[in-house]
């Protein structure tokens, strides 16, 4: 059983550029969370997809977006990229249901290196 | 979210138990208490959750004080790929009525030979 699988693993970019980094959930998971992680803090909550749909958003801009599909596979893109956007960039897949009983837990991926020049 | 406080790092020789503390003085009495690690260079990974009640499983015990407010992580034979930080994480209920995990800067365990 595959885990959470984010693509690229790396990626170099300049400023002004947009990126589009993409993950594919645990199987079995509907819901797909965002996370962004500079070096040496830990990982910041950009947002929340179910159901096609943002059902939740952390404190970025509305330069971050996002979308899912209806395979529950999700995108992130990030436009007009900023020196500041340098960091790993996580996905974390879960089962909605789950969370209805009180179950937090999520499957990580392993991440996307995104340098900003 | 529950604030929760972690001391920033932590050593534990190799074969010993490592003890990890977390304060959490402003859980509310339905939420748990959820605990991660992120290995270097790797996406953060599920160890272990409690409400009240003590938990163990495959990888680390979690000890829950009385009142709630406190806790702490065990990992009782620590191996040297446990070197990693470790996040106590209180999930907390959004406007959205779901919840996502908020990190805080956790604690570096160092576990040496």
């Known amino acids: 059983d595959a885990g959470v699988t984010q693509s690229p693993t790396h990626l170099i970019k300049t400023r002004g550029q947009q990126v589009t980094l993409r993950c594919s959930p645990k199987?079995?998971?509907?819901?797909v969370s965002w996370y962004q992680q500079a070096l040496g803090q830990g990982p910041q909550f950009i947002f929340q997809?179910?159901?096609?749909?943002?059902?939740q958003r952390g404190n970025f801009p509305d330069r971050f977006s996002g979308h899912q599909f209806p395979n529950y596979s999700s995108e992130l893109n990030v436009n007009a990229l900023l020196l500041g956007d340098s960091a790993l960039y996580l996905c974390?897949?879960?089962?909605?249901?789950?969370?209805?009983?009180?179950?937090?837990?999520?499957?990580f991926g392993p991440g996307t290196r995104l340098t900003v020049t | 979210d529950a604030k929760t406080t972690q001391p920033p790092s932590m050593d534990c020789a190799e074969g010993r138990a490592a003890n990890l503390p977390c304060n959490h003085s402003?859980?509310?009495?339905?939420?748990?208490v959820y605990w991660y690690r992120q290995i270097h260079s790797q996406g953060p990974q599920y160890i272990i959750h409690?409400?009240?009640n003590n938990e163990t499983n495959e990888m680390a015990s979690l000890i829950i004080t009385e009142d709630r407010k406190s806790s702490t992580l065990i990992l009782p034979h620590a191996t040297l790929r446990d070197t990693a930080v470790y996040y106590c994480?209180?999930?907390?209920?959004?406007?959205?009525?779901?919840?996502?995990?908020?990190f805080g800067k956790g604690t570096m365990l160092l576990v040496s030979p």
């Open positions: 402003t859980i509310s009495g339905n939420e748990y």
């Open positions: 199987s079995g998971h509907d819901t």
């Open positions: 974390a897949s879960s089962f909605t249901k789950l969370i209805y009983r009180g179950y937090y837990e999520q499957y």
């Open positions: 409690g409400l009240k």
């Open positions: 997809y179910y159901e096609e749909e943002e059902r």
């Open positions: 994480i209180v999930p907390g209920v959004m406007n959205s009525g779901y919840s996502t995990l908020t």
